[in-house]
C-alpha cells in the first residue's frame, strides 16, 4: 500500500482490544496513526483540533457518544467496521468490509464529506425515534433486527394489542403547525429506509435533505395494526402517493411532541422517557471521511410537508383513547349519517307500509291457494318488511331504543295486518286442499336458517352501500318474508294449528336469521363498537339457537327422509322396480310412510306386495307403512 498521510487518531473499543489488534491493526500497519482506547461505559473527552481526522472502530452506544462531541468540535471522521455497529448503518450506509472502509476514507482525506445529524432531546439518533406503548412499540423497535426478529416480534406485538389503546399526542412542527391526534405510536426518521416500521410508506428522495420524516401510527382496530405490519415485514412496490387512513406524514425541520403524560420512547431501540421531545436535524453538522453517502440538497429553504387527513381529531380521539383498541375499526357516526338517517325512516309505520303489506298478504294467499309461485314472487317483491327488519337490527346493535321501538311496532303490526288479512280472505275462499305452495312452507329446516342468513348479510350491504340498493328485490325474494305469514292467517283460517305453526316457525326463522346476519354485518363493517353491540348480540344468539332447535329436528327428518328415498329409488326386487319413492312421518311414532309406484311384467298379488315390503324393511333396517301403486310393463 503506498505511503498514507499522517494523523489519524483510532479511537477504538477498549474492550475489544485483543480483537482490534488482530483483525484492525494489521490493515493499518502502513497509516500514520495514534491510538486511543475507549472504555464502554466512558464519557469521551477527548480535545482534539478542529479538522483532526479520527477513526472509530466503536458500537453503536459508543458512537453516538463520540459523534456529539465529533459535531461540536468539528473532527473529521472515518469509521471502521465494528460488529456491535447495527444501527448505526440506518443512518450513515458506510462500506461494511475493512478493506472497502479504508479505500473509502482515503480517498475522502482530502474533502471531508458533510452530513445533517439528528438529534432527540440533544442525543444523536442513529435509525430511528419511537413513541407509543411500551408493550406495543417495544417489538415494534425491533424489527429492523433480522427477518426472524420480525416475525418473532410481529407475534409479540399482536398479542400485546388485545389490550393496547390510543396515546394523545400532540406535535408542532418548525412551521408551528400543530397536529392534535391519538395514536399507537409515532417513528421520526431522517430518511424514511431509515426504519423498517417507515420504509416504503413516503416516498425516498434521490438526495439527502436536512430534513426529518415522521409516520404517524393511528389504527381505529387491530386488523388495521395487523396489516400495516405485515406490510413492513412483506413489504410491496407502493402504488400511489396516497396514504391508508391509519397513517399520517410529517416532514419538517424541527419537531415537539407533547402529550397529556410522560412520554414512552425508544431511541437507538433504548427505552427512555421524558415530558416532551425536541426532535431536530442539524444540517452539515458532521464531516465524514467518506464517498459512500448520497448527494445533499442544498437548495436552501425546504418545503415543509403535511398528511395527516386520516388521523383521529375531535371527537374520535376522545373515544379512541378512552377505550382498548377493537379487532375491527368501527365507523365513526358523521362518517355513516346518511345511512343511519335511511335505517330510521325505514322504521317508521306509514301509509306506504301499511297499503303495500295488505297488498302483498292478499297476492301471497291467493298465489297460495292458486298454486302459482309466480304469482307469490309478485308478494315477495311487494313485501315491505324487510326495511323494518335490518333497522332493527342495527337498533338492536347500537342499542338504540328509538330504532328498537320504532321498528319493533312497525313490524308487530306488518305481521299482524298479515295474519289478519290471511285469514280473512282464507275464510272467505271455499277451498280446503292442501297443495305444493302451501306444503313446502309447514317443514322449515337448517337450510331455511341458512337462507335467512345470507339474506340478511346482503340486505345489510345493501343498506349500508347505496351502490347495491338495487338488489333489494333480489333478497326479498330469497327470503320470503310475507308467504309464511299468509299460510299461517290460512292455518288460522282452517282451524289447522299443524299449519299455523309450521308456517310461523318459517317466519321466525327467517326473522331471526336475518336480524342475527344484518346485525353481525353491521358490526363487521364497524357500525358499532363490540362493547355496544355485546349485549344485543348475545340476545340474538340465544333466540338463533332457540330457533335452530325445531329446525335441526326436521332437518334431520328431511336427512333420513332422503337416505330412505336414495335407498329405494330405482332399486329392483324379485322382477319389480321400485320408482317415485315418497316418505314422511318419518321419526314419529308410527312406522315410516312410503309410498312407490312398483313397475312389473305381471300383475302382482297381495302376497307379492307384502314380500316386496319385507325385503324393503329388510333394507331400511326398520319397519314401514307401504303404499303401493301397481304399474304392469309390457
Given amino acids: ?166 396515546n394523545p399526542y400532540c406535535l408542532e412542527t418548525a412551521k408551528q403547525n400543530t397536529i392534535n391526534t391519538a395514536a399507537l405510536g409515532v417513528a421520526v426518521v431522517y430518511r424514511p429506509s431509515d426504519s423498517d416500521f417507515t420504509k416504503s410508506i413516503v416516498d425516498e428522495m434521490p438526495q439527502d435533505e436536512p430534513m426529518l420524516n415522521a409516520i404517524v401510527l393511528a389504527p381505529r382496530s387491530i386488523s388495521e395494526v395487523v396489516r400495516f405490519l405485515i406490510g413492513r415485514i412483506f413489504p410491496k412496490p407502493k402504488k400511489s402517493n396516497s396514504l391508508p387512513s391509519y397513517l399520517g406524514a410529517v416532514k419538517t425541520d424541527k419537531l415537539t411532541v407533547s402529550g397529556s403524560q410522560q ?53 374520535a380521539v376522545e373515544e379512541l383513547v378512552k377505550y382498548p383498541l377493537p379487532w375491527i375499526h368501527h365507523t365513526d357516526l358523521e362518517e355513516v349519517k346518511e345511512t343511519f338517517v335511511t335505517l330510521k325512516e325505514n322504521a317508521k309505520l306509514s301509509e306506504t307500509f301499511l297499503v303495500l303489506m295488505v ?51 312497525t313490524l308487530v303490526t306488518g305481521i299482524l295486518l298479515a295474519l289478519g288479512f290471511g285469514t280473512v280472505l282464507t275464510l272467505l275462499t271455499p277451498l280446503h286442499a292442501m297443495n305444493h305452495e302451501i306444503s313446502t312452507r309447514l317443514s322449515p329446516t337448517i337450510l331455511d336458517l341458512a337462507v335467512a342468513i345470507f339474506s340478511g348479510i346482503a340486505g345489510a350491504y345493501a343498506n349500508a352501500r347505496s351502490e347495491v340498493a338495487k338488489s333489494m328485490a333480489g333478497v326479498a325474494i330469497a327470503v320470503a318474508l310475507v308467504p309464511p305469514l299468509a299460510v299461517s292467517g290460512i292455518g288460522i283460517g282452517w282451524h289447522d294449528f299443524a299449519v299455523f305453526y309450521g308456517a310461523f316457525l318459517l317466519f321466525v326463522t327467517n326473522l331471526v336469521g336475518i336480524i342475527l346476519a344484518a346485525a353481525l354485518t353491521f358490526l363487521l363493517m364497524g357500525y358499532s363498537p363490540f362493547r355496544l353491540a355485546k349485549k344485543g348480540m348475545i340476545l ?72 316386496i315390503k319385507k325385503q324393503m324393511e329388510q333394507k331400511l333396517g326398520h319397519a314401514i307403512s307401504l303404499e303401493a301403486t301397481l304399474a304392469v310393463k309390457r
Fill in 263 to 315: 412520554l414512552d420512547f425508544y431511541l437507538n431501540g433504548e427505552m427512555q422517557a421524558a415530558e416532551k421531545l425536541e426532535i431536530e436535524v442539524r444540517p452539515n453538522a458532521l464531516k465524514l471521511l467518506t464517498k459512500a453517502l448520497p448527494e445533499k440538497n442544498n437548495q436552501g429553504d425546504l418545503k415543509e410537508s403535511l398528511r395527516v387527513s386520516g388521523l383521529p381529531k375531535g371527537q
Fill in 1 to 166: 500500500m503506498a505511503e498514507q498521510a499522517c494523523n489519524y487518531t483510532v479511537v477504538f473499543d477498549a474492550d475489544k482490544q485483543a480483537e482490534f489488534e488482530e483483525t484492525i491493526l494489521p490493515s493499518l500497519a502502513d497509516w500514520d496513526v495514534e491510538l486511543q482506547p475507549l472504555q464502554a461505559e466512558a464519557s469521551p473527552d477527548f480535545s482534539f483540533a478542529e479538522d483532526s481526522r479520527i477513526l472509530t472502530w466503536l458500537g453503536d452506544v459508543q458512537l453516538g457518544k463520540l459523534l456529539s462531541l465529533a459535531a461540536e468540535q468539528s473532527w473529521q471522521v472515518g469509521f471502521l467496521p465494528h460488529p456491535e455497529m447495527l444501527r448505526f448503518y440506518r443512518t450513515f450506509p458506510i462500506h461494511k468490509k475493512l478493506p472497502d472502509a479504508l479505500a473509502d476514507i482515503q480517498a475522502a482525506t482530502n474533502e471531508a464529506c458533510l452530513a445533517d445529524l439528528m438529534t432527540c432531546n440533544g442525543q444523536l439518533v442513529f435509525g430511528s425515534v419511537m413513541l407509543g406503548n411500551r408493550e406495543t412499540m417495544a417489538p415494534a423497535a425491533q424489527v429492523d433486527l433480522g427477518f426472524f426478529s420480525k416475525i418473532k416480534n410481529l407475534f409479540i406485538l399482536t398479542f400485546n394489542l388485545s389490550h393496547a389503546h390510543l
Fill in 359 to 409: 297488498l302483498s298478504t292478499l297476492l301471497a294467499t291467493v298465489g297460495l291457494f292458486a298454486n302459482s309461485a309466480p304469482v307469490i314472487i309478485g308478494a315477495m317483491i311487494l313485501a315491505p318488511l324487510m326495511a323494518p327488519i335490518i333497522s332493527f337490527s342495527m337498533g338492536l346493535l347500537r342499542q338504540d331504543s328509538d330504532i328498537l321501538i320504532t321498528s319493533s311496532k
Fill in 540 to 611: 340474538i344468539f340465544l333466540f338463533g339457537i332457540l330457533v335452530s332447535i325445531p329446525l335441526g329436528v326436521s332437518f334431520h327428518k328431511m336427512v333420513l327422509e332422503q337416505r330412505m328415498v336414495y335407498a329405494l329409488e330405482g332399486w329392483t326386487v324379485d322382477g319389480v322396480e321400485v320408482r317415485n319413492v315418497k316418505v314422511r312421518d318419518v321419526s314419529g311414532d308410527n312406522p315410516d310412510f312410503v309410498g312407490v309406484t312398483l313397475v312389473s311384467h305381471k300383475t302382482l298379488s297381495s302376497g307379492d306386495i307384502d314380500r
